[in-house]
């Protein structure tokens, strides 16, 4: 693992998030997409977000640079380079995502004008933030970002549709990168790659630091691209996150009981048994009560459906929420019966994902 | 299948639903004319007389609610079972119109290859042409065998809006084609007449209702139209509103209005009606122009703010 | 006790993809000369990447995709030869009673104007097996088998009402419901959340051994393949690159597409770093394969007679551009000329014009000693100054066949055939020459 985890962590974090909440609504009363998640991030670091699917990650992406639709309501704190982005005027918030914040997503074809050259996008997001930049000057940077990025500048004039999956969101990346913003969010960048093209964008991604000094929030649901990837990893579960903490330290001594399910129900190369956590994730307007994993929780105690487990630090230095691990750990004092197993219902096929 | 499709209806909400029902209110209160003319209608369509000849072209009064007009009918009676020539029209013609051409454009969009590109060349012939113009020539055509009555009118319309299901349903074909499911039944052994009948066809079917609306709405003004040329419905035969229009139209100059207002406003009204249903169905059934539901949230005041406040 | 032997003989010498695209003179050979038995009882894993041909070679075997060349041989319970790739119609019908498929996406495998209990039991009316009582007898115990119980709870609900497991599982009773011998499994699990795939494959084993079944399971994901395959093939381009058990597959990986794909897997394990070595480039179009070893151009083994051409050519000055300063790229580009020639895959290039050949010569010069290990100048096998450019002139390749190195097969010429026999057809493309698929 890169020494990054010892890089600028003394310095003032890039981004600084506290208590943030991003909800919306929906028929059933209000979405709690992202319920007072707190992190930060440092200079040049690499911070993984993983969950399943409807954990609120991608919510927390888009809400950081203030891409969420209309109606969401979003508070907290996000501090960036200190100052309070949630307080920032829209017309600011434009101009400052792109230059100083740029996002990274899913499927580049989608996200790329079919009907513009590459230069032409290049001059769009480059004229847009950088008003009277001459033509020769963008063609410059562009060519320079687009060298980092290995794609030739022979193909500074082509279209999208004439690049393959991989150099499109090579491609991307380097729209996202020409301005140097000091943060990226990259949302998915890789679910819709093959295997090898992801190991190329990957590696691409954790250069980027050395390159640029970006400080960079990488969403996935794929374990093993934070592993290879990632100094810090964050598990997000229902809204919140339940585990934050040194990637190497969380996937190799996973303090939640969800980390460690979900390390063990992941298939890889080296996988002798089939695991899975029973159940399915739970709606997000009416989560289950307190520790919102205690229905599919084999640790599960009876403080767990009673009580919300507070954020703790591990002696480690990771951040866990769980009544479990406070107990293992000695930081808490529980009685008998707060800490008597949770009886549950068997959870059958009808409620599984 | 019925669930399939009542449910644009009941996906409406807001400004749709408003247009939905308000078009529903006004095109139902011409159903219910059309299916209790005789016993709403004062007078009979063709009835000059009750006791002794109506006035000709009377002001409206007690006797005659909307007056009378040149041919010695009651305005009112005219309206009210002109409704039923119109509503009996135009669902006749549509109803032929998606029973041919939505088969046709199943079949045409499943089966691709020459069968396909000569249906649509053939359909897009047709669709080329101004629909009065079309209307007029099968009007013309069919007068001859089958007289002036409904079912000419009806029929000289069905071919005109033909070529519209056609084309909707076959696009939308075109594309389910491709989707897995119908690979699937493929891959589980159906013949093509099922997959196009079990599996493509509820699926094709959603924008046919919108369609349809619409479509009436285009109708009744293309019957009237053709009534008023003269190429529609004999007033004897039934009561045609464009021909009650193109009767009065010097009635004007005389300071006659009810003779134009009443027909007209009915045409106008019949075609908005239909209009707005086929516009509320079409916000729910299109999803381009569905807009999400904005709904507001309040976040909560922090309760337990207190607690969390050890953190690095 | 009876032995079903599935064969597939499937060589194609120009596999078409359904349709033949705009000009008419390209074809996309999807799959491209595949000689596969597959046996009874076993899990056979056709891996690769999108655009490898795996899925076309799937549908194949059900006759959902036409087959150009070749035979597609399925013996029956009695034991009765079929060829499925020439069958068609009633014929091909009947098939589907023994030949299944389950699907890679559970949201539109199943039709949402269709009930479960409809869309399930729609296999056994379609081919006059049942009806009635009895047909949803056998709809609710296919759903009990698959775990959809109480099945009740499940037969009057839409697509759209269930998860995508549920709904996965609602494919694979549907599959299984007529009895089949051999069931084909494109990505049966990618697209479900990781927490339930262990669950899903653990149902599919489950009826293997209560059914009897045969598997061809279909994925990109080596990790899952690792665990449910008895062997593996993985294809490359519409060929298969290596075959063998499991086992050996992984323990020894030998064509270096195995390997790299196997270095490739991201993998939660907190001392991996990302990998460094991996093969450049992206998998190519299928129109247009590279000639020689279809892997050639990103190769990190690759040697002499690999099948170098004009096209590496131009991605050899493409990445030398990545890598100088846009003055010195400025000035290259103009001498050199336009690349676009290039594309027409040759073994003889040319670049530059008469003028500007010598000193085109030496910015080649330049490039081959900042990076002599380059694969690609083994390749090259000589360079011609002439009187219209520089010439380039590629060393013929030979595409390889399928040759047996230890417990498996692998196309690669790093490994010669053994018993000296002369194994692939020597230069050219496409599976015209029948490769040596010893047994």
Not at chain 2, 177 to 182: D, L
Request: charged share 20%; hydrophobic share 40%.
């Amino acid at each position: 693992m890169a020494s990054s985890a010892a890089i600028a962590r003394g310095g003032q974090p890039v981004v600084d998030a506290r208590d943030l909440r991003i909800w919306y609504g929906s028929e059933r009363g209000p979405v709690k997409a992202v319920d007072e998640v707190s992190f930060d991030l440092a200079k040049g670091e690499i911070l993984g977000l993983v969950g399943e699917s409807g954990c609120g990650k991608s919510t927390l992406g888009r809400g950081l640079l203030g891409l969420l639709p209309p109606g969401t309501a979003m508070d907290g704190a996000l501090l960036f380079e200190g100052e309070d982005l949630l307080s920032v005027p829209r017309k600011q918030m434009l101009a400052r995502r792109g230059a100083e914040l740029g996002m990274i997503f899913q499927e580049p074809l989608t996200r790329l004008n079919p009907l513009m050259r590459i230069s032409q996008h290049f001059e769009e997001t480059l004229r847009t933030h950088e008003k009277g930049i001459s033509k020769d000057e963008v063609r410059e940077r562009a060519l320079r970002v687009l060298r980092v990025m290995g794609i030739p500048p022979t193909r500074y004039r082509s279209y999208p549709h004439e690049f393959s999956g991989g150099m499109r969101q090579r491609l991307m990346i380097a729209l996202a990168l020409v301005l140097r913003p000091s943060f990226v969010v990259a949302d998915e960048p890789t679910t819709a790659l093959d295997v090898l093209v992801e190991a190329q964008i990957i590696r691409i991604l954790h250069d980027l630091r050395r390159e640029f000094e970006t400080s960079l929030l990488l969403i996935t649901h794929n374990l093993g691209i934070v592993a290879e990837a990632c100094d810090r990893v964050a598990v997000m579960y229902a809204g919140k996150i339940v585990e934050l903490g040194d990637a190497r330290e969380v996937f190799a001594r996973p303090k939640h009981p969800y980390t460690r399910e979900l390390l063990r129900s992941t298939i890889s190369l080296r996988t002798t048994g089939l695991n899975y956590i029973p159940g399915a994730p739970p709606d997000l307007v009416e989560p289950p009560p307190a520790c919102h994993f205690h229905p599919r929780c084999p640790d599960a105690m009876q403080i767990c459906a009673t009580k919300a487990p507070l954020e703790q630090t591990e002696a480690s230095g990771t951040k866990v929420q769980c009544w479990a691990a406070d107990l293992a750990a000695g930081r808490v004092e529980l009685g008998d019966d707060e800490r008597a197993p949770l009886v549950r219902e068997e959870i059958s096929v009808a409620d599984e994902a | 299948m019925l669930r399939v499709l009542l449910s644009p209806f009941r996906n409406t909400s807001g400004l749709a639903r408003w247009i939905l029902v308000a078009g529903l209110v006004i095109t139902g209160i011409f159903v219910v004319c059309a299916i209790f003319a005789p016993w709403i209608a004062p007078y009979g369509f063709a009835q000059t007389g009750e006791h002794g000849r109506f006035p000709k072209m009377a002001p409206p009064s007690a006797t005659h609610w909307l007056g009378t007009n040149d041919q010695f009918f009651d305005i009112l009676s005219r309206i009210i079972w002109g409704a039923r020539t119109e509503i009996t029209v135009v669902l006749l013609s549509v109803i032929i119109a998606v029973v041919v051409g939505m088969p046709l454009g199943l079949f045409s969009g499943f089966i691709g290859g020459w069968v396909d590109r000569l249906l649509v060349f053939v359909m897009d012939a047709l669709y080329a042409f101004p629909s009065l113009l079309l209307a007029i020539v099968f009007a013309f055509l069919l007068r001859g065998p089958l007289g002036g009555g409904t079912v000419a009118a009806a029929l000289s319309l069905t071919a005109i809006y033909i070529p519209q299901y056609f084309r909707v349903v076959r696009s939308t074909t075109v594309s389910a084609r491709e989707a897995t499911y119908v690979e699937a039944a493929r891959a589980i052994g159906a013949k093509n007449r099922t997959v196009m009948g079990r599996y493509l066809f509820g699926n094709v079917i959603q924008s046919v209702p919108v369609i349809g609306t619409l479509n009436a709405a285009d109708a009744i003004s293309t019957l009237a139209a053709l009534g008023f040329i003269g190429l529609g419905i004999q007033p004897t035969d039934a009561s045609e509103w464009g021909y009650d229009l193109s009767r009065a139209l010097d009635d004007a100059q005389s300071g006659i209005w009810w003779t134009t207002l009443f027909p007209g406003l009915a045409i106008v009204l019949l075609v908005t009606g239909l209009t707005l249903v086929g516009e509320g169905l079409n916000e729910t059934v299109n999803p381009a122009l569905r807009k999400r539901r904005i709904r507001k949230v309040r976040l909560p005041s922090r309760a337990s703010s207190a607690l969390v406040e050890e953190r690095s | 006790m009876e032995l079903d032997d599935l064969e597939v003989h499937y060589q194609l010498s120009s596999g078409l993809l359904g349709r033949l695209f705009g000009l008419g003179t390209s074809t996309v050979k999807a799959v491209d000369g595949v000689n596969i038995s597959l046996r009874k009882g076993e899990v056979l894993g056709v891996v690769g990447e999108s655009g490898s041909g795996k899925t076309t070679l799937g549908r194949a075997l059900l006759g959902l995709a036409p087959a150009t060349g070749g035979s597609i041989t399925y013996r029956d319970k009695d034991g009765a030869a079929h060829d499925v790739a020439s069958m068609r119609g009633a014929g091909l019908r009947r098939l589907r009673t023994d030949v299944q498929m389950v699907f890679q996406d559970p949201h539109a495998a199943l039709n949402p104007t269709m009930t479960i209990e409809t869309a399930v039991g729609h296999p056994l009316r379609i081919h006059g097996l049942a009806k009635g009582e009895q047909l949803h007898r056998r709809v609710a115990s296919a759903l009990e088998r698959v775990g959809l119980s109480p099945a009740e709870q499940f037969l009057g609900k839409y697509p759209s009402d269930l998860s995508g497991g549920q709904k996965q599982r609602a494919v694979i009773a549907r599959a299984i419901i007529l009895d089949p011998d051999v069931l084909v499994a494109d990505e049966p699990v990618s697209m479900l959340d990781m927490s339930v795939r262990a669950k899903i494959l653990e149902l599919m084993l489950e009826l293997k051994r209560e059914l009897g079944l045969t598997y061809v399971y279909i994925t990109h994901d080596l990790a899952t393949a690792k665990f449910f395959c008895d062997r593996i093939a993985i294809m490359y381009l519409g060929r298969v690159v290596e075959i063998g058990p499991t086992a050996e597959i992984f323990s020894e990986p030998r064509h270096p597409y195995t390997r790299a794909l196997l270095q490739a897997i991201p993998e939660p394990d907190p001392d991996r770093m990302v990998p460094r070595d991996l093969p450049r480039g992206e998998i190519a179009d299928a129109a247009v394969p590279p000639l020689g070893c279809h892997f050639h151009p990103r190769c990190p083994a690759a040697v002499a007679n690999c099948g170098w051409e004009s096209r590496d050519l131009r991605v050899l000055l493409e990445q030398h551009w990545t890598r100088t300063d846009p003055e010195v790229y400025e000035d290259e580009k103009a001498l050199v000329g336009d690349l676009d020639h290039l594309d027409e895959p040759a073994l003889e290039a040319r670049l530059g014009d008469g003028g500007t050949a010598e000193r085109v010569h030496r910015i080649l010069d330049e490039i081959r000693a900042e990076n002599p290990d380059e694969p690609t100048w083994h390749g090259v096998e000589a360079l011609d100054e002439q009187a219209d450019g520089l010439h380039v002139r590629f060393r013929p390749g030979e595409d390889p066949g399928l040759r047996r190195a230890g417990g498996v097969e692998v196309a690669c010429v790093l490994y010669p055939p053994e018993g000296g026999a002369g194994g692939a057809g020597a230069g050219g493309n496409g599976g015209g020459v029948p490769p040596n698929s010893g047994q």
